[in-house]
């Protein structure tokens, strides 16, 4: 009973991670339809936000996970406007500001100094590029249909994926252990003080949206326009705030799942982002467009693959070969889908004829 308790607790601590992760994916799909694979990339940068502003500029963690979110929920922000709803003028500014900080932190600029002007001429470039606007028309943006929005998400995961080791590295790094190495044992079981963090942020970090869902003008606008979207702008939601402000806070949460998944004993490494091919899982389980089953999907998971590594080796099932624990969340998915298709909480579709 005692390993089995243990068990159930390891697995809700790594459930939590993955209920972040998927959480951001279905407030980007329930908002725009779109299946956003840059989620993983967003995870990356995250993570090594939070390393940079703690370890490298020496910043308290917390403070650092506070500006990983800021800044990752900005790019997702950005890449919303930018690439899958193309405005010309941001779409001018952002590239000449990541062009000129490229060029000048290869070229031996500090961070910083190459961030800072990197921006003041990105900033000129969006000015400039406005007023051209204004005097010759146009301005407007154009978006991009889902199938190709789902595209451009793909393709920013690989640029992402090639980014990040660029400026950190391609190994390992340690972002310290925040919460100490201590635990707490309670009647035979151990309870990790990071991973009681990490249920601790990820249930702050749920409530917190949650909250906003349901009580604030912008969630009920995002709820309205899940509901019916030509409805929603026909009574004035605008559906461009709506996706940004989904896309924001998809990024918010990878960067909270990345940074909370290689904090403490882990190590930080570039493929961080493969975490979210089991996240995809837990969101098929729980239901593309419910955020309540993101997080009973999340934990599912993460409780079925640690519970299976415990007793595999404890039942002789060694034979079912190392990663098998992995292999178990994709069959109760599939188990879960032959009873109900759309996921535990998912919303059935409804064909008339």
């Excluded at 290869?106 to 800072?116: E, I």
């Excluded at 009681?196 to 009580?215: I, M, P, S, Y």
């Excluded at 292999?327 to 109760?332: A, C, G, K, Q, S």
Aim: glycine share 12%; net charge neutral; proline share 2%.
């Amino acid at each position: 009973m005692i390993q089995f308790l243990q068990g159930l607790f390891d697995g809700a601590a790594l459930g939590a991670q993955y209920s972040l992760l998927v959480l951001g994916f279905v407030v980007i799909y329930r908002a725009t339809g779109i299946i956003n694979f840059a989620q993983g990339g967003l995870v990356l940068v995250g993570a090594f936000m939070t390393y940079n502003v703690s370890q490298t500029w020496g910043w308290n963690f917390y403070l650092a996970l506070f500006v990983s979110m800021l800044v990752t929920a900005a790019i997702g922000v950005l890449m919303q406007r930018l690439l899958l709803q193309w405005v010309l003028r941001e779409l001018v500014g952002v590239v000449s500001a990541l062009l000129a900080w490229a060029v000048l932190f290869y070229n031996g600029w500090n961070q910083v100094a190459a961030f800072v002007a990197g921006l003041v001429l990105g900033l000129v470039s969006w000015v400039l590029t406005r007023e051209i606007e204004r005097r010759w028309g146009g301005g407007q943006a154009r978006e991009l249909p889902v199938f190709g929005s789902i595209m451009v998400t793909i393709g920013i995961l690989f640029v992402i994926k090639q980014v990040v080791p660029s400026v950190w590295g391609f190994t390992e790094s340690s972002m310290g252990d925040p919460w100490g190495l201590g635990v707490s044992r309670t009647a035979g079981l151990i309870f990790s003080h990071a991973k009681l963090w990490t249920l601790l942020l990820t249930a702050l970090a749920l409530a917190g949206f949650f909250c906003v869902d349901r009580f604030s003008r912008i969630g009920v606008a995002m709820r309205a326009t899940h509901v019916d979207h030509e409805a929603a702008v026909a009574n004035g939601i605008s559906h461009r705030v709506v996706f940004a402000t989904a896309f924001g806070i998809g990024g918010g949460m990878a960067a909270l799942a990345g940074t909370t998944a290689a904090a403490g004993i882990a190590q930080l490494t570039p493929n961080l982002d493969l975490i979210v091919f089991l996240a995809f899982p837990a969101m098929i389980l729980g239901g593309f467009d419910s955020p309540f089953g993101a997080v009973v999907g999340g934990l599912v998971v993460g409780i079925v693959q640690n519970l299976t590594k415990v007793y595999q080796p404890a039942w002789d099932l060694e034979w079912l070969g190392v990663g098998f624990d992995r292999v178990m969340v994709f069959l109760v998915m599939l188990v879960v889908l032959m009873v109900r298709p759309y996921g535990l909480f998912g919303t059935k579709e409804v064909h008339r004829v």
